[in-house]
């Protein structure tokens, strides 16, 4: 434990940036004696300037010793880049993280075919399906997929891991303890049951806006690949993206339609030499010979899992903040002959107080997924649907037959 402090010391000291820990680290060896360093000393550390190296100078342990015993608390583990248990594939990138933090189960990294799921926040219904199934596919032929537990397709990412059932690693922009988006708290719950939450962050740390970039060098450090679903020409998974193709692994992307805002990035990736993703097994089957006990073909389908996303759905709606009540126009259908048998089926299905996921609707009206997806987004921008939290839909009209 007292060697841990000084790790933890290292880590958070204010204005030290990673790559400076990691220079300290290499010139003196271990974290304690870079605290027992003199100042003097520390400025001859090779590649680190005097403004660099000055944080150092401050020994004050009052910090480490509150993280320790929130850590403690918390129930969360420290994992330092010299363990034996610190995945190599993480180590071996340019700027690995001193300190990781976790809770759950840490799997060994180096011995699965780790990859990683990312896509845009905003995603559209087409890049839900995609991630979740892509990523219930991969994991259940025997990868174990890692994603960032934001909003969009982070979050399909996660519940198609799940769903399998199959081993699922969140890397947070923020402390373990920190649910962001607070509608994922029920996910945070079940990736740590069957996973494991990392974060480089200390416990208590908001998830502000400027850790996620840096996050997702660690999702891509800790995957053998990365799988890009849904990313508009600006979007923090084209980071990830090239953070990966910096590292030397390997990228792939999921192709949208022509000209979709939400897919521009993914299109452009398979343009510039990204591997193109029509199925699960065109990534997995890159890493068969290295990891023929774990990766195995598959034929299944993802099916329906009414239990879990009944409890899923309780969950988000118990964190879910109350919405307003307000006022519905009428529609009256007679007025609207240009409405398709499957807009009207699917108006039909959907209500005004609860909300429904789209395999709900599609149960509902006794249509295909696929037609009810695209269904939903037309209504949506008619202003007959909306879709709320959790990528659930209402009815934003009443019906007048």
Known sequence: MAALKYWIWLSALPGLSNRSRLLLLDHFGSPEEIYHAEKGDLLLTPGLSASQAAPAADKSLLSADRILGDCDRLGIHVLTVQDAAYPNRLKNIYDPPAVLYWKGQLPLFDEEAAIAVVGTRTCTPYGIQAAEELSWEMASQGALIVSG???????????????????????????????????????????EAAGVLLSEYPPGTEAAGSHFPVRNRIISGLCLATVVVEAPERSGALITANTAMEQGREVFAVPGPYRAPASRGCNALIRDGAGIVTGSWDILCEYQAQYPHKLRPSEQRMQANPGYEARARRAEEAARPAVPVRERNELDLSAHPELTEDQLAVLHSLTAEEPLLPDEVAEKAELPIHRVLSTLTILEINGFAEQQSGRRFVRTVDLKE
């Open 149 to 191: 537990l934001a909003r969009g397709i982070d979050a399909a990412a996660h519940r198609g891991a799940l769903r399998a059932p199959g081993m699922t690693a969140a890397v947070l922009g923020g402390g373990i303890d920190v649910i962001y988006p607070a509608e994922n708290r029920n996910l945070f719950a079940d990736v």
